[in-house]
């Protein structure tokens, strides 16, 4: 029985994993300690002896902690330890019996302290099915997997009467505490309140080999767990596109021409200062010319409003065009690829990228009343490839 759960368990959690390859578009954290979270649930449990003997007891209280990793919007895995009390009755727990299995004796109840070790294998449906969406308010996931139960056997011995017409069970104290091999499978929904904090419910159906001693004759104990609580996620919760190495080349390649680019408007900015003090005061047209940068274009990973080394370099070199010319005004306009993410989370990071390039150059000494600051969310494919529209363009 105990293997059987096991196996059980296992190709539960495989199962899902495998589901996940489906998943609409790989997303991925940033760093290995993104998207950890510990979470607390109160609730009530009610516990079922098994076979025809035996019926669910009452409810009782029980209480979880989790620790655990969501490795991909829809996949991750968590460890959970318990604590709870099991109320049951089976027809051992009456006493006496007569010869034809009827309960003469008075009804007893029986509770028992127990705990519980987990390991859940988590898959989200709602991301698997819609795509992963950070503002959606509301997220189904199922779990799976095998666990421990810790708790004492109890102990008796029966006593038949002489000419075997009735038995009684004689109470014996309870044996060490044991551990149990179980497996359960589960549904949780999570309401999401902020990028740090979810309110959990959730349902779990539970087998394990039983131990409940001579109390009942089952081989195994049921179990039925319902209750609610509290998620955090350190850090927050938050997700990237998969960036492949042919897409992260071609980026590569498109910062290195924009770098030359502004190394070349940087030499010939210098050209012509040199230029204009050895010329008349008069002759200001060379320095129309020069003065006046042209568009300059800051790229930024996919998902990301984060600046990378080309694009601080990029930034340092045009503050020094546009402290150049004060009375020249300059828009600073963030995109995001259209085809990547919904339209209110593009908007949102094209703001952001749009931001960011502010307050570089704000940083590096360009007057603010130099600055238009705009977003213009998704777009389609300004430059022939969608990777270029993850990008603020300075003009």
């Known amino acids: 029985m105990k293997s059987k759960l096991v196996i059980l ?10 589901v996940n390859g489906q998943t609409k578009e790989k997303y991925v954290n940033e760093k290995a300690s993104d998207n950890i979270f510990v979470s607390v649930t109160g609730g009530i449990s009610m516990v079922n002896s098994g076979k025809s003997e035996g019926k669910f007891g009452s409810p009782a209280p029980h209480i979880t902690l989790s620790l655990g990793k969501w490795f991909t919007p829809v996949w991750g895995v968590r460890a959970q330890g318990g604590l709870w009390r099991a109320n049951f009755d089976t027809q051992h727990s009456y006493g006496t019996f007569d010869a034809a299995g009827n309960p003469v004796g008075v009804e007893a109840s029986y509770h028992k302290n127990v705990g519980q070790i987990r390991l859940d294998a988590m898959y989200n449906l709602s991301n698997a099915i819609w795509g992963y969406n950070p503002d959606r308010l509301f997220n189904l996931s199922v779990f799976a997997g095998p666990g421990i139960t810790i708790a004492k056997t109890a102990n008796g011995t029966i006593n038949y009467a002489a000419d075997n017409s009735s038995w009684s069970r004689v109470e014996a104290n309870e ?3 044991h551990a ?12 999401n309140v902020s990028d740090y904090v979810d309110i959990d419910i959730e349902a779990r159906g539970e087998i394990a080999a039983s131990y409940l001693g001579h109390l009942s004759t089952a081989h195994t104990v049921g179990g039925i767990y319902v209750g609610a609580g509290i998620t955090y996620t350190f850090g927050g919760k938050k997700f990237v596109p998969y960036v492949s190495k042919v897409e992260m080349d071609a980026i590569n390649d498109e910062i290195n021409k924009y770098r030359n680019e502004l190394a070349q408007a940087q030499a010939d900015l210098a050209n012509a200062k040199n230029a204009l003090a050895n010329v008349k005061p008069e002759v200001r047209e060379v320095v129309k010319e020069v003065e006046v940068a042209g568009p300059r274009a800051i790229f930024f990973k996919i998902g990301s409003a984060r600046l990378d080394d080309y694009g601080k370099v990029n930034i340092q070199l045009a503050a020094k065009i546009l402290k150049a010319n004060p009375d020249k005004k300059y828009r600073v306009a963030g995109y995001a690829d259209k085809a990547t993410g919904s339209a209110s989370w593009n908007q949102k990071l094209s703001e952001k990228r749009a931001q960011v390039v502010y307050d570089a150059l704000i940083a590096e000494g360009v007057d603010k009343d130099q600055l238009e600051l705009v977003g213009f969310g998704g777009t389609e494919n300004m430059f022939g490839k969608n990777l270029l529209n993850r990008v603020v363009i300075l003009e």
């Open 175 to 177: 044996a060490k505490g």
């Open 9 to 18: 368990s296992l190709m539960l959690a495989s199962a899902a994993t495998a």
């Open 180 to 191: 149990y091999v179980n497996g359960s499978v589960g549904l949780q929904g999570k309401f």
